[in-house]
């Protein structure tokens, strides 16, 4: 009987652990899921007739895709936050060993964490987005009903075929790469073969999308940063400066009076014999262009003018500001960039080194993980909380460098203009990037936290040369970027006084012949 007691006592714990852990998942999803849709809300677009029609089956369809849409980017927040959580996590557990309000955090926990988001993310990437977007631009066969079961079955169907090509393509490259993977019953095994090997190669276009975004996001942060926040004066007489501006702004809208009224007066002589010019006449003159330049004129006049406007409203900004944020705010954030930016390099650079003499061991793991045995920083929980900042702003400057990269001009979302299909696009690149990010933070050596379940089984995380290579590429990139955002009005200072040296040398020279 006291057995019975006591196996019935652990499967009993062993539920209530596993309802405890799912009741968490539950509750973050929720949270994560309510944030990203007040994202997607922010930036989705209001004046289209998808939003307002008066079709049911059309309003379906885009609440359906818009729900999807907010799943991936919920997936794609809780990918990101992986590392920082899982580290937390264990410095909690290393502070308060005994406590009783810590106890539901624990390895099961976290390792079930990385499980889950590893499954959506899968599903999000290659089901849930892809079938938004057909979804969207399904209309229904050609001869059959409209309505949304016809677009639901075009869906399926496309749907289908494509994942046909898609899978077919994952075998024929696993095949490539490994020739045991080439028999009938590796093209059968879906779920251990083909998907895995899908996100692998997803993940590396992750890893490369992070190594061309970071290093950019790092120097576009500094003008970023100097943007929103009001820089110190430095012995400038902001009020002076903004009565002078305004004083030429006045002389010029005076200027561009005298020549309205001028032009409405040659415009009533032309058409004195049909009685004074219309607006739109007026209109088609300022347009035109005149011997004598005077339009020519105006139009330097209306583009000082707006030059006036934006740098009186810059400075009537720095007027309004108080001295503690243009003093110490200004140049503290700054120095926390810098400081972020130079503590990254160097663990990149010690990273790269214990790599070369064989210290550190390669990112691929799949061991089980024991949290609260041992701090994973030598720093304890200061070197945790810095890692954690650190990952943040790894992920803050990939952000922003991806998003101001050329060819995101015409993909980046704004505030209530972004079309569904544009904020499908959006969440699954965001959704690459966050899934890469916890590689990107083991590849370069920023936390020794091991990747979890199938995070840390892909299998290109073991190659030496791709690790040790991608580390090099890193450093230098960034160290290349920062190097130019910092000398580079300083270069050109000295280019400029270099020519100009060198064409009054030449002047001189052949004066003197």
Known sequence: MDEEDEVTDI??????????????????????????????????????????????????????????????????????????????????????????????????????????????????????????????????????????????????????????????????????????????????????????????????????????????????????????????????????????????????????????????????????????????????????????????????????????????KELDKLRSSSAFQRNFVYPLAMLLLLFLTGITLLLVLQNTLELLIGIKALPLSTRQLTLGITSLSKLGPIGAALEVCIIFYLAATSTVGLYTMPFMRHIKPEKRKTSLSQLIFNCALVLILSSALPLLSRILGISNFDLLGDYGAIEWLGNFQIVLLYNLIFGTTTALCLVNKFTAAVRRELCARLVENYVFFTNYMSFIN
Request: with cysteine.
């Open 11 to 312: 499967r009993a714990q062993v539920f209530h652990n596993t309802v405890r852990e799912y009741i968490i998942f539950l509750l973050l999803f929720l949270l994560l899921y309510l944030g990203s849709y007040a994202v997607i809300v922010r930036f989705r677009r209001r004046d289209r007739e998808d939003l307002y029609s008066s079709d049911d089956d059309e309003i379906l369809v885009y609440r359906i895709s818009l729900w999807l849409c907010t799943f991936s980017l919920a997936v794609a927040v809780g990918a990101a936050l992986l590392l920082p959580i899982s580290i937390a996590s264990n410095e909690v557990l290393l502070l308060y060993p005994n406590s009783y309000y810590v106890k539901w955090l624990n390895s099961s926990l976290i390792q079930g964490l990385w499980n889950q988001i590893f499954l959506f993310s899968n599903l999000s990437l290659f089901v849930f987005l892809p079938f938004a977007y057909l979804f969207t631009e399904s209309s229904g066969f050609f001869g059959h009903k409209k309505g949304i079961v016809a677009r639901a079955y075009e869906t399926f169907t496309v749907f289908s075929l494509l994942a046909f090509v898609v899978l077919g393509l994952a075998y024929v490259l696993s095949a490539l790469f490994d020739s045991e993977k080439s028999g009938i019953l590796s093209f059968l095994n879906l779920s251990s073969v083909h998907l895995p090997f899908l996100y692998s190669c997803v993940s590396f276009l992750g890893v490369l999308f992070l190594l061309v975004c970071t290093p950019f996001g790092f120097v576009r942060l500094f003008g970023v940063v100097g943007q929103v926040l009001v820089k110190p004066h430095l012995l400038r007489d902001v009020n002076e400066e903004y009565q002078a501006f305004h004083l030429e702004e006045a002389s010029v809208k005076r200027k561009l009076e005298n020549l309205y009224a001028n032009a409405q007066l040659q415009g009533a002589g032309s058409n004195h014999s049909n009685g004074w010019a219309s607006q739109a006449g007026l209109a088609n003159l300022y347009q035109r262009k005149t011997v004598n330049g005077t339009l020519s004129e105006q139009a330097m006049l209306h583009e000082r003018l707006r030059e006036l406007e934006a740098e009186r």
